[in-house]
């Protein structure tokens, strides 16, 4: 994440840190239940064997220091059949929830947020200089509609409709590599539902460029 600010420890108890099997972080993640984690698919390109990955969870540092850390090993991966840029993860077994652990709420099926709607996105990935590097950030935006998204001089129609934009038009703060995968967020209620995975536009924030995210609501079922 660039710019913004280092979250408060375990304030996203859902977001988790996909990792290489000899434990190096790649990617993020969300936790939608005690044993399923949902991610980008480009982030499994490296290997079709569960044992290649590991999930970290509980934890607020990329060094994973943390006392309330709980890893799991990969039993399974479902990517999304017809290529699109969303995954599941199986873990071996359940992931103990508390405090530090918990899952994200899912979306009604093909709900769509409207635009201008302020989210939330957190990762460990690139900071590009901005601060916070080896401790989970956190930034927030709005959300816009597809069809500004998809103008010439923003995304030139790339964006579908299993996808979603968020960012500011003129750029400045994004998410950036090593965040792909993990959550975008948004509160409804008192609730954070999670609306977006991190999916592309990952040249980090350039003017007119936001970023491209997997609509969650697309894929409930």
Sequence with gaps: ILGDCVSKPHSWPWQISLRTSTGIHFCGGTLIDAEWVLTAAHCLERSKQPS?????????SEKATEASKQVRDVEKLILEPSGKDIALLKLSKPALLNDKVLPACLPDKDYIVPGNTEYHVTGWGETQGTGGEGFLKET??????????????YLNGRVKDHEMCAGYIEGGTDSCQGDSGGPLVCLSQ???????????????PNAMKPGVYARVSKFID
């Design 140 to 153: 927030g935006f709005p959300v816009i509609e597809n069809k500004i998204c998809n103008r010439p001089a």
């Design 52 to 60: 290649s990955y590991k999930i970290y969870l509980g934890i607020h």
């Design 190 to 204: 008192s609730t954070f539902i999670l609306q977006g995975v991190t999916s592309w536009g990952l040249g980090c």
